[in-house]
């Protein structure tokens, strides 16, 4: 898909309803649904984040970035995630927790970045946090500097392979709170996307696919 292309679409993308928990369900594991249930019987008080799905352009092709977090004790260790993190006492908004972030993980300054839309902000339970999508992007091509504590390394996916239905399969992995789950995912760059950044993804998609007016897959 040409950058071009993407950017004829903004405007439909500002004035479109969001999809909503709805298109997220299309990346979630039953096993994740069950959880959700049983946490918001508890109600806790989730700490808030943002994350960014930040689209620019490579030789007029659009692509977003995705990072893969450094091998940790922490809930999400080595998973495939967007820039982004938890929010600040001096954040005005989760917007700009999502820019701060992505400046500070793989080094976009917040001139260069933005926002066309705020995703439908979704809970992850296993490091009880509420996380806003944001969708933002760059008019010029990019120079990443991923944050070393944190980040192992930068990936850049062309914004067509997330629009490929053939991207789309299930994958058995375990992780620090569960055994042996069979997950939705996406294959992007020989990279398995699941979990929230997957969900968030099914909702972007969705906004995408309705703005170029393709069909929903």
């Given at each position: 898909?040409?950058?071009?292309a993407f950017k004829d679409s903004v405007s439909?993308?500002?004035?479109?309803?969001?999809?909503?928990?709805?298109?997220?369900?299309?990346?979630?594991?039953?096993?994740?649904?069950?959880?959700?249930?049983?946490?918001?019987?508890?109600?806790?008080?989730?700490?808030k984040a943002a994350v960014m799905m930040l689209?620019?352009?490579?030789?007029?092709?659009?692509?977003?970035?995705?990072?893969?977090?450094?091998?940790?004790?922490?809930?999400?260790?080595?998973?495939?995630?967007?820039?982004?993190?938890?929010?600040?006492?001096?954040?005005?908004?989760?917007?700009?927790?999502?820019?701060?972030?992505?400046?500070?993980?793989?080094?976009?300054?917040?001139?260069?970045?933005?926002?066309?839309?705020?995703?439908?902000?979704?809970?992850?339970?296993?490091?009880?946090?509420?996380?806003?999508?944001?969708?933002?992007?760059?008019?010029?091509?990019?120079?990443?500097?991923?944050?070393?504590?944190?980040?192992?390394?930068?990936?850049?996916?062309?914004?067509?392979?997330?629009?490929?239905?053939?991207?789309?399969?299930?994958?058995?992995?375990?992780?620090?709170?569960?055994?042996?789950?069979?997950?939705?995912?996406?294959?992007?760059?020989?990279?398995?996307?699941?979990?929230?950044?997957?969900?968030?993804?099914?909702?972007?998609k969705t906004m995408l696919q309705k703005s170029?007016?393709?069909?929903?897959?």
């Open positions: 898909m040409s950058f071009n439909k993308i500002k004035k479109m309803p969001l999809p909503g928990f709805e298109a997220q369900l299309k990346m979630a594991a039953v096993e994740r649904l069950e959880e959700l249930q049983r946490v918001s019987l508890l109600k806790k008080t989730p700490r689209i620019y352009p490579v030789n007029d092709v659009a692509h977003f970035v995705l990072i893969e977090r450094m091998v940790s004790k922490g809930a999400h260790s080595g998973q495939i995630a967007f820039p982004g993190g938890r929010q600040e006492e001096e954040d005005q908004d989760d917007a700009v927790t999502a820019i701060r972030e992505t400046h500070e993980e793989v080094g976009i300054i917040p001139d260069h970045q933005e926002i066309i839309a705020a995703g439908t902000p979704i809970y992850i339970p296993p490091s009880n946090y509420m996380v806003s999508p944001f969708l933002a992007f760059a008019k010029a091509e990019l120079q990443f500097t991923p944050q070393p504590s944190e980040v192992k390394s930068i990936i850049e996916v062309p914004l067509h392979e997330l629009i490929d239905p053939n991207n789309v399969s299930k994958h058995t992995l375990s992780t620090s709170y569960a055994t042996n789950i069979t997950v939705p995912c996406y294959n992007l760059q020989d990279h398995v996307v699941w979990g929230a950044t997957a969900m968030m993804l099914a909702e972007f170029l007016s393709l069909k929903d897959v």
